[in-house]
C-alpha cells in the first residue's frame, strides 16, 4: 500500500470516528448543537493531519474551527441571532480561508483555492438551509454526521489506478 493509500484511509477512519463521536455527543445532549461547527472543524483538522499535506481538508477544516469558535462564544455570552452575528459569522468564514492560505504559504500543507472556496460556501449553503428550516438540515446532526461518514468511507475504498482521494489533489 502506496504512502498516499495510507494517508487517505486514516483520514477516513478518522472521519468516520468523528461522524460518530458527533451524532453521539450532540444528538446525545452531552453538548449543545451550538457546538456542532467547532466539533466538525476539529473533526476535519483531525482528518487532515492524518491525511498529512495531500487533502482538501485542511480548509473546510479551518473554515468551520473559525466559524464553530465564534458560534460558541456567541451563544455562551446568550446574545441573540442578528445582523452583528450574520456579521461576524462571516467575518470567521474570511478568518479560517485567511488561516488556510497562510498554511499553505508557511508550510509544506497544500491548500487550494478551491478548497477554501468551497468551503465557505458549502457552509453558506448548510447554514442557509438550516436557517429556511428546510428538513433534515434544521438543527439535526444526524444528516451532517451521515455525510461527514459517507466522506470516510469513501476514503477507505480500496484505490483504483492510482485515482486521488476525494479531497486530494
Known amino acids: 500500500m502506496t504512502d498516499d ?8 477512519a478518522v472521519l468516520l470516528g468523528g461522524a460518530l463521536l458527533l451524532a453521539a455527543v450532540v444528538e446525545g445532549g452531552v453538548l449543545p448543537y451550538s457546538s456542532f461547527p467547532l466539533l466538525t472543524g476539529v473533526v476535519l483538522l483531525a482528518a487532515a493531519a492524518a491525511g498529512r ?35 461576524l459569522v462571516v467575518l470567521s468564514c474570511g478568518l479560517g480561508g485567511v488561516l488556510a492560505a497562510l498554511l499553505d504559504r508557511l508550510t509544506p500543507v497544500v491548500v487550494t483555492p478551491m478548497s477554501v472556496s468551497l468551503a465557505v460556501l458549502g457552509f453558506g449553503a448548510f447554514a442557509l438551509a438550516e436557517q429556511q428550516r428546510v428538513g433534515p438540515f434544521a438543527s439535526d446532526v444526524r444528516l ?6 459517507l466522506w470516510g468511507a469513501v476514503e477507505l475504498r480500496p484505490a483504483r489506478d492510482g485515482s486521488p482521494s476525494v479531497g486530494g489533489r
Do not use: H, K
Not at 5 to 12: D, K, P, T
Not at 58 to 76: D, I, Y
Not at 144 to 149: C, E, F, I, M
Open 144 to 149: 451532517y454526521a451521515l455525510l461527514l461518514a
Open 5 to 12: 493509500a495510507r494517508s487517505r484511509r486514516l483520514s477516513g
Open 53 to 87: 499535506r495531500r487533502t482538501a481538508l485542511w480548509a473546510p477544516g479551518l473554515v468551520l474551527l473559525c466559524v464553530g469558535a465564534t458560534v460558541v462564544a456567541w451563544f455562551e455570552a446568550g446574545r441573540p441571532l442578528d445582523f452583528q452575528f450574520t456579521a
